[in-house]
């Protein structure tokens, strides 16, 4: 596609409902990472993908987050048993592979707990 | 773990004046990179930096990157109201681009 692409937009949930938020990234993008922003804050890092596997999951906040990435492409972050605190922005940012380089962000979706 | 702090949190200016944003890391980078965010937006990439004081243009921007690869800066020279929005330094101690972005800079660019 032209850009990354992340669904839902914006997603509202209650508290303890489980989400998921999906990221289609640029063809031919390799590398894939997942960043949380909240408001007035820089995106924050939560983990980093290079083909299908997580390279690089450290900034995952706890064992409610988990993402995916199984045919290299299109990635999923899934948070179970959602908090008020988990509500912020979820950003894709994708980049060619092999060379550290522009991240290509996404719009993000917004993630509001209530 | 690495940590990277930005100064000043806010500033607003009258439009024709300049503005300097500054980028401090905890650790030595491999790269830097800088970011724009307006409202309501995405960050979308300006530039990035690899070595030791190197110093990059575009138009009336102007980045540079310190020597000991640990600081960096973004200067506007005579803002106009499309500069208006945040600017993040990020920076890559990892080599593979693990970016860790700093808090931005949030410009106001009164005409």
């Known amino acids: 596609g032209a850009g990354v692409s992340q669904t839902p937009s914006n997603k509202v949930t209650e508290k303890g409902k489980y989400v998921e938020l999906r990221c289609d990234p640029i063809?031919?993008?390799?590398?894939l990472y997942w960043y949380r922003q909240s408001l007035g804050q820089g995106p924050e890092f939560l983990i980093y993908f290079q083909g299908t596997g997580a390279a690089d999951d450290s900034g995952l906040p706890n064992d409610r987050f988990f993402a995916v990435r199984p045919e290299g492409s299109v990635s999923t972050l899934k948070i179970q048993r959602t908090e008020r605190g988990d509500s912020a922005v979820y950003l894709c940012?994708?980049?060619?592979?092999?060379?550290?380089?522009?991240?290509?962000f996404g719009e993000g979706s917004r993630l509001t707990v209530l | 773990g690495q940590q990277v702090m930005q100064i000043p949190q806010y500033q607003h200016v009258q439009e024709g004046e300049d503005f300097t944003t500054y980028c401090n890391s905890s650790t030595t980078l491999s790269n830097i990179q800088w970011y724009k965010q307006r409202p309501g937006g995405h960050p979308v990439f300006l530039i990035q930096l690899v070595k030791s004081g190197e110093v990059k243009k575009q138009k009336r921007l102007t980045f540079q990157f310190g020597e000991a690869k640990k600081n960096s800066s973004l200067h506007i020279t005579a803002t106009q109201t499309t500069d208006v929005g945040t600017y993040f330094c990020a920076g890559d101690s990892g080599g593979y681009n693990k970016l860790i972005f700093g808090a931005g800079t949030r410009l106001a660019v009164h005409p």
């Open positions: 940012a994708t980049r060619l592979a092999g060379v550290a380089g522009e991240l290509f």
């Open positions: 063809s031919g993008h390799t590398a």
